[in-house]
């Protein structure tokens, strides 16, 4: 039976990093340096992860207290509650983009937003909209889940010596959760690094990397495109690793220590 388990999980592990290293190897060195050179790649690849970071910090501040109520609570509704935020991955992703347009893309928000140097439509305003709507969940819920796994008697204990409920979340609730927050905003920012369906129909510029691959895809063909692509994942990959090994790191150290 663990040979089975083993054969199919070589079949999934197959389909999952063949594309990936077909297309990372299948580049020449020659279009890497070309790809790297080209300052509309470089600013869009910056944009993407700058916009996708600031999207994850603002659902940090907004997310993480729903995800405490939700967590530490049970009221009416509950369930209601927590289906209304996993809607968001549900969706086709063009209709998100349709919907967001159609509550911030009316003249008086946008007027609105204009008045604050923000707008919406063909703005980063509008990108960030778009993937904070459709990534926020799994931030939130990994949150939850985190919470969910501290003991409320700790928190109860640092009350009853005197500890704020402030306090106790900042010095308690989130150095505890923190190894589950961290994996909720990396795994958000990789999904907000993705998104092309809701932010096509919002902003076609600036345009992100998704934009920009699928632009360069339709008006040029695969061989200009393939270099962004490639060369958008691998820096995905090597940021990603990097924060998750040090993530790691510090919660064995927190352990042992």
């Known amino acids: 039976m663990k040979k089975v388990f083993i054969f199919l ?6 389909f999952l990093t063949l594309p990936l290293c077909k297309l990372i190897f299948g580049i020449s060195l020659a279009g890497y340096i070309q790809t790297i050179n080209d300052k509309e790649v ?3 690849i910056f944009l993407t992860m700058k916009v996708s970071f600031f999207s994850t910090l603002f659902v940090f501040f907004t997310g993480v207290p729903l995800a405490y109520l939700i967590a530490r609570n049970s009221f009416f509704g509950k369930s209601v509650l927590e289906s209304v935020i996993d ?3 549900m969706v086709p992703h063009t209709a998100a983009g349709i919907a967001l347009l159609m509550t911030f893309g009316t003249r008086n928000i946008e007027n609105f937003l204009d008045k604050l140097g923000l707008g919406f439509v063909d703005s980063t305003t509008g990108i960030m ?3 904070m709507f459709l990534s926020s969940p799994y931030l939130i819920n990994s949150a939850k889940e985190g919470f969910k796994n501290i003991d409320p008697k700790i928190e109860n204990v640092s009350r009853s010596l005197g500890a704020s409920f402030f306090y106790t979340f900042y010095k308690i609730v989130l150095p505890l959760a923190k190894k589950d927050l961290i994996n909720g905003m990396l795994l958000m920012w990789a999904r907000g690094l993705g998104e092309f ?3 096509v129909i919002i902003a076609y510029h600036p345009m992100v990397a998704p ?3 699928y632009d360069r895809f339709i008006n040029f063909g695969l ?9 958008m994942i691998i820096v995905s990959i090597v940021i990603f690793s990097v924060i998750r090994y040090l993530n790691n790191k510090l919660y064995f150290y927190v352990i042992i220590t």
Do not use: E
Not at 223 to 231: E, G, I, K, M, R
């Open 223 to 231: 061989n200009y495109s393939a270099p962004v692509a490639a060369l």
């Open 9 to 14: 999980s070589l079949i999934i592990l197959l």
């Open 197 to 199: 369906g809701a932010v």
């Open 42 to 44: 470089i600013n869009s």
């Open 87 to 89: 809607i968001p991955t």
């Open 129 to 131: 909209a778009a993937m």
């Open 211 to 213: 934009v920009l691959i």
